[in-house]
């Protein structure tokens, strides 16, 4: 038993609204993301609805996915988005230059994405084509999409099968201008921007909330610019940032690693926080008033594919690190959540730090969907004011904290979610909850915990990373004493006892 780490949440000290946004996804045209991982198509052998997989959207439905972003990434600055849509059968077939080399038929376009997004219940992002596209292909996409009216777009839209426009919030203006989205100079995109964005219009009611392509890690020159030159056009910007232990040319297994990567990967996770911090206080310097949101539109671990598939299709399998990746980032956005509107998981299945994986007819969850699964209870509720000791991993001197915390609350109900970064010592914690106005009590917590740090799930075992009841919390006299495993992330409720 070690000395108690603690902690005060005060629960009269609302710090902002956690958007439930920030639990978003990114489904790009990437190795087995789009097609086997979420479209299979009408004909297929798999159980689908209207061509989407039944199982994967049953399990992400459990998500409450809040929205998707789409066709891209890198993808998205190659695509075309005229060559998705009518008679599948006479859609172009093309090659994926980008990614892997394989053909792109394009069965996947604009209707079948928006179809997704409803079946999911998620806001449809999507990101236009600046690198290789033009002005008239962006507005003509928006058009297609939103407009109500006699138009060309409409009517063509119409004449494939879709009445009535769809809504439409979110639009990218390029995806990482700065790299495969056209490898520009900040002033460069940022006159680009100020162009392509008139053109995305708002038709009818539908108001489009536009996102300018942002910076690339600490590339905060590429933020000043772009907030120097655009701020009152846009309503969003974008942030890219990775995990990736080793280095962007040496990228290390997703399944063989040791405590020091390990605790190197929770420090880069960690970076987020810093990352945010001084992009948004160059943003204040515009935005003192904070209306334009920091889009963390890609964000999760990047390792080496798994040995033996393509390696342009970014597979990777998905361990108890990168369910703590995924909490770490999570509470780094709550704290941020007066800046940060959006934040995208990269990417939804297959590829990267999926969520679900498939093979064939089957599939699995891996541990960074649990954490989203228990963590869904923020989406949307009041961030409290945390504050206290939060430990020290023994880590050599890299001064990593043990713990990481956050609490909010909605409709009445308190959650608190704890991460303990430590891969082999418990961490004991009491978390006063200062300022309750009423009787609370304990009423479930939930606990991922395995006994190895590179614990995964399998086809052949898919559970061996599951939630469970978590035991080792009490609640007495207004204070939370909690035994977390190590290398492991628990989420408790507390409910006012007139609720119950
Ligand atoms: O998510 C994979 C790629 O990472 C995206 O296509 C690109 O935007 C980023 O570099």
């Known amino acids: 038993m070690t000395t108690p780490k603690k902690i005060v949440v005060h629960a009269d000290w609302e710090v902002g609204t956690i958007s439930r946004h920030i639990y978003g996804h990114f489904a790009e045209h990437l190795g087995r993301c789009i097609y086997e991982g979420l479209w299979v198509g009408e004909d297929s052998s798999i159980a689908?609805?209207?061509?989407?997989?039944?199982d994967v959207l049953e399990a992400l439905r459990k998500l409450q996915v809040p929205l998707l972003r789409w066709p891209g990434g890198c993808f998205a600055d190659e695509y075309h988005w005229k060559d998705g849509v009518g008679p599948r059968e006479s859609r172009k077939r093309m090659i994926n230059t980008h990614w892997g080399g394989v053909i792109e038929n394009n069965?996947?376009?604009?209707?079948?994405?928006?179809?997704?997004?409803?079946?999911?219940?998620?806001?449809?992002?999507?990101?236009?084509?600046?690198?290789?596209?033009?002005?008239?292909?962006?507005?003509?996409w928006v058009e297609y999409m939103t407009f109500d009216g006699e138009s060309p777009m409409?009517?063509?839209?119409?004449?494939?099968?879709?009445?009535?426009?769809?809504?439409?919030?979110?639009?990218?203006?390029g995806n990482e201008n700065w790299g495969c989205g056209g490898n520009m100079h900040p002033e460069y995109y940022a006159?680009?921007?100020r162009?392509?964005?008139?053109?995305?219009?708002?038709?009818?009611?539908?108001?489009?909330?536009?996102?300018?392509?942002?910076?690339?890690?600490?590339?905060?020159?590429?933020?000043?610019?772009?907030?120097?030159?655009?701020?009152?056009?846009?309503?969003?910007?974008?942030?890219?940032?990775?995990?990736?232990?080793?280095?962007?040319?040496?990228?290390?297994?997703?399944?063989?690693?040791?405590?020091?990567?390990?605790?190197?990967?929770?420090?880069k996770a960690l970076r987020m926080d810093e990352l945010i911090t001084r992009h948004s206080t160059i943003m204040d310097q515009y935005d003192p008033k904070r209306r334009i949101g920091l889009i963390v539109d890609e964000w999760g671990t990047w390792f080496l594919p798994e040995p033996g598939t393509n390696p342009g299709f970014l597979y990777q399998q998905n361990t108890m690190r990168d369910a703590l990746v995924a909490a770490i980032h999570l509470h780094v956005f709550h704290k941020h959540c007066?800046?940060?509107?959006?934040?995208?998981?990269?990417?939804?299945?297959?590829?990267l730090q999926a969520v679900i994986l498939t093979e064939g007819e089957r599939m699995l969850l891996t541990p960074t969907y649990h954490v989203l699964e228990m963590f869904k209870v923020h989406q949307d509720a009041e961030a409290l004011a945390i504050h206290g000791e939060f430990g020290a991993c023994e880590d050599g001197g890299k001064g990593l904290p043990q713990l990481t915390v956050s609490a909010s609350r909605k409709d009445g109900a308190i959650h608190v979610s704890m991460a303990n970064l430590d891969p082999s010592r418990s961490a004991d914690v009491k978390i006063e909850l200062r300022g309750l106005s009423?009787?609370?009590?304990?009423?479930?917590?939930?606990?991922?915990?395995?006994?190895?740090?590179?614990?995964?799930?399998?086809?052949?075992?898919?559970?061996?990373?599951?939630?469970?009841p978590f035991d080792d919390a009490r609640w007495t006299?207004?204070?939370?004493?909690?035994?977390?495993?190590?290398?492991?992330?628990?989420?408790?409720?507390?409910q006012p006892r007139d609720m119950e």
Not at 112 to 138: D, H, K, W
Not at 338 to 351: C, K
Not at 439 to 465: K, M, Q
Not at 480 to 489: D, G, I, N, T, Y
């Open 48 to 54: 689908n609805t209207d061509g989407i997989r039944n």
């Open 107 to 140: 069965h996947f376009g604009t209707h079948e994405f928006f179809r997704l997004c409803e079946l999911l219940g998620a806001e449809p992002y999507i990101c236009g084509n600046v690198g290789s596209g033009t002005v008239q292909e962006m507005s003509e």
């Open 154 to 173: 409409s009517n063509w839209r119409k004449e494939n099968g879709r009445e009535q426009p769809w809504k439409l919030k979110y639009f990218g203006v």
């Open 191 to 193: 006159d680009l921007y």
């Open 195 to 267: 162009r392509f964005q008139t053109y995305v219009r708002n038709y009818g009611d539908n108001r489009i909330y536009k996102i300018a392509g942002g910076a690339n890690v600490d590339d905060y020159r590429w933020t000043e610019v772009l907030m120097r030159k655009a701020a009152p056009l846009m309503d969003g910007l974008s942030l890219h940032y990775y995990t990736i232990p080793g280095s962007w040319e040496q990228k290390q297994p997703a399944l063989e690693f040791d405590e020091s990567v390990w605790y190197e990967t929770m420090a």
């Open 338 to 351: 007066n800046r940060v509107h959006m934040a995208n998981l990269a990417q939804m299945v297959n590829v």
């Open 438 to 468: 009423a009787a609370y009590d304990l009423t479930s917590g939930r606990l991922l915990a395995a006994d190895d740090i590179r614990a995964h799930n399998t086809f052949e075992r898919p559970d061996r990373v599951a939630q469970r």
């Open 477 to 494: 006299d207004g204070t939370l004493s909690a035994c977390l495993p190590p290398a492991s992330v628990a989420v408790v409720r507390l």
